[in-house]
T-cell receptor, first 112, second 115 residues
Framework: SQKIEQNSEALNIQEGKTATLTCNYT??????LQWYRQDPGRGPVFLLL?????KEKRKERLKVTFDTTLKQSLFHITASQPADSATYLC???????????FGAGTRLTVKP | GAVVSQHPSRVICKSGTSVKIECRSL??????MFWYRQFPKQSLMLMAT?????????EQGVEKDKFLINHASLTLSTLTVTSAHPEDSSFYIC???????????FGEGSRLTVL
């Protein structure tokens, strides 16, 4: 069956450290993968998209990697801040039609 | 960035009544919108793909007669939960693709509570 797994339900780190979140998928061959941030009671907000032919993409303090052999994406937040505390979701579209399917998310807490 | 607006943000209704949720793209045209449902501490589950001017495409296990979707214009899609029951209580979120980059813009969500 098809699965999108984010291996940590919750992650607690100290301010200033790098947070690394993992997304693994099974029985998908996505052309691209996306990461979103969701705050409690709000809709998700798009962060980054990485295509299958891209190994790495950066945006400010964010970095995403995409390994289609391992079927895994890693999401890094460097120099983390308490304001980064949120749930981070990875998502992909099975058919490339933007019908995004989401992982369960990792709830990140950055402690001051 | 593109803005997607949902209304109402919260609704409480009695069991057996119907509830309509609106999703609007405010500054762009969306031929396709997506409706998701999210239960507490769970991820977003795609319910259906709403296509402007045609029938919605429902995901497996989602009752199309219970969750009526209408996409009558390029900026408005509606989800009507018919004969709502307590188990339909959830957070309903719509989204639309705003550009060629593939990113989705989400509404703020509508929290439905069925008593």
């Amino acid at each position: 069956s098809q699965k999108i797994e984010q291996n940590s339900e919750a992650l607690n780190i100290q301010e200033g450290k790098t947070a690394t979140l993992t997304c693994n998928y099974t029985n998908y061959s996505p052309a691209y993968l996306q990461w979103y941030r969701q705050d409690p009671g709000r809709g998700p907000v798009f962060l980054l998209l990485i295509r299958e032919n891209e190994k790495e993409k950066r945006k400010e303090r964010l970095k995403v990697t995409f390994d289609t052999t391992l079927k895994q994406s890693l999401f890094h937040i460097t120099a983390s801040q308490p304001a980064d505390s949120a749930t981070y979701l990875c998502a992909l579209s099975p058919g490339g039609n933007n019908d995004m399917r989401f992982g369960a998310g990792t709830r990140l807490t950055v402690k001051p | 960035g593109a803005v997607v607006s949902q209304h109402p943000s919260r609704v409480i209704c009695k069991s057996g009544t119907s509830v309509k949720i609106e999703c609007r793209s405010l500054d762009f045209q969306a031929t396709t919108m997506f409706w998701y449902r999210q239960f507490p501490k769970q991820s977003l589950m795609l319910m259906a793909t709403s296509n402007e001017g045609s029938k919605a495409t429902y995901e497996q296990g989602v009752e199309k007669d219970k969750f009526l979707i209408n996409h009558a214009s390029l900026t408005l899609s509606t989800l009507t939960v018919t004969s709502a029951h307590p188990e339909d209580s959830s957070f309903y979120i719509c989204s639309a693709r705003g550009s060629n980059t593939g990113e989705l813009f989400f509404g703020e969500g509508s929290r439905l509570t069925v008593l």
